[in-house]
């Protein structure tokens, strides 16, 4: 498995406004996933960010609103731009350790409040 | 599309009352049906991860199965500490992106 941690775990944020999450792996990995748990919904794929390329948005997600960051190997941040209230969620991080290890391990998530 | 279903949606169990948990699901070439767990307020926490029909694995009081169709988790005489919601997942096609469903909140009355 990996430690996963995310900053911040919690915020409230203002209308209009935009939010950087961060998320670090104690280990390299290629890949890297976001994802939004919405209040009595399943867990959603929003991108995949691998390193050196391009995030891979998923239907419905869009870069302008959710821009992508992924440095390095260790490291990515999602952004949520131009909030409003149903941005209001969770917001986790997971990797995928390769073909050796059985699935993805999350983070603890980022919990986002929009007022 | 790939789609999971799980139910039911809550279950409220009297500690040692045994039963099941169902994940159904339709995806195209399976790659993986993984269980978790989630505590209020952390990260989903992996349990299992079965391949093929027929597939069976276990953890403590759990007892993960799969069919074509559907897998179960089994719990065998839950303890409080087994309350939780537990999260469904499958991946197809070749992908590693997880589709989850809605998950079964459980909880275990001492």
């Known amino acids: 498995s990996a430690v996963i941690s995310q900053k911040p775990s919690r915020d409230i944020c203002q209308r209009g406004t935009s939010l950087t999450i961060q998320c670090q792996v104690d280990s390299q990995v290629t890949m890297m996933f976001w994802y939004r748990q919405q209040p009595g919904q399943s867990l959603t794929l929003i991108a995949t960010a691998n390193q050196g390329s391009e995030a891979t948005y998923e239907s419905g997600f869009v870069i302008d609103k959710f821009p992508i960051s992924r440095p390095n190997l260790t490291f990515s941040t999602l952004t949520v731009s131009n909030m409003s209230p149903e941005d209001s969620s969770i917001y986790l991080c997971?990797?995928?350790?390769?073909?050796?290890?059985?699935?993805?391990?999350f983070g603890p998530g980022t919990r986002l409040l929009v007022l | 599309e790939d789609q999971v279903t799980q139910s039911p949606e809550a279950l409220r169990l009297q500690e040692g009352e045994s039963s099941s948990l169902n994940c159904s699901y339709t995806?195209?070439?399976?790659?993986?049906l993984f269980w978790y767990r989630q505590d209020p307020g952390k990260g989903p926490e992996f349990l299992f991860t079965?391949?093929?029909a027929g597939e069976e694995k276990e953890k403590e009081r759990l007892k993960a199965t799969l069919t074509k169709k559907e897998s179960f988790l089994h719990i065998t005489a839950p303890k409080p500490e087994d309350s939780a919601t537990y999260l469904c997942?499958?991946?197809?096609?070749?992908?590693?992106?997880?589709?989850f469903g809605k998950g079964t909140k459980l909880t275990v009355n001492p």
């Open positions: 079965l391949y093929s």
């Open positions: 997971s990797v995928d350790l390769g073909p050796d290890q059985e699935t993805q391990y």
């Open positions: 997942a499958v991946s197809g096609g070749g992908s590693e992106k997880l589709v």
């Open positions: 995806v195209s070439g399976l790659r993986g």
